[in-house]
Nanobody, 122 residues
Framework: VQLQASGGGLVQAGGSLRLSCAAS????????MGWFRQAPGKEREFVAV????????YYSNSVKGRFTISRDNAKNMVNLQMNSLKPEDTAVYYC????????????????WGQGTLVTVSS
């Protein structure tokens, strides 16, 4: 399984970016696809997740109301629309696939993309 994340870049505070993550490789039963991020010197943290079968979405408190996660079943893709970006959103963003367990723990995710850098200037 390969995950390819794209869409990162440099944006001013208050701006928007849209991240995408395409999954390819062997087919399998997918539980959820999520986004995590890691800022310099900090641990990787949960951002958002979407349940692949129900489409239910969950967010961290820090991004709730500003970020929206969506899926495209036909394209095996998940997107993260990020609005009202803040400098503290600066991080490398990773998409990942979970096959079970807690949505919010990185331990539940078996496959990870390479990460895409988001930089928000003040």
């Amino acid at each position: 399984v390969q995950l390819q994340a794209s869409g990162g870049g440099l944006v001013q505070a208050g701006g928007s970016l849209r991240l995408s993550c395409a999954a390819s490789g062997r087919t399998f039963s997918r539980y959820a696809m999520g986004w995590f991020r890691q800022a310099p010197g900090k641990e990787r943290e949960f951002v958002a997740v979407i349940d692949w079968s129900s489409g239910s979405a969950y967010y961290s408190n820090s991004v709730k109301g500003r970020f929206t996660i969506s899926r495209d079943n036909a394209k095996n893709m998940v997107n993260l629309q990020m609005n009202s970006l803040k400098p503290e959103d600066t991080a490398v963003y990773y998409c990942a696939i979970a096959r079970g367990g807690s949505y919010y723990s990185s331990q539940s995710y078996d496959y990870w993309g390479q990460g895409t850098l988001v930089t928000v200037s003040s």
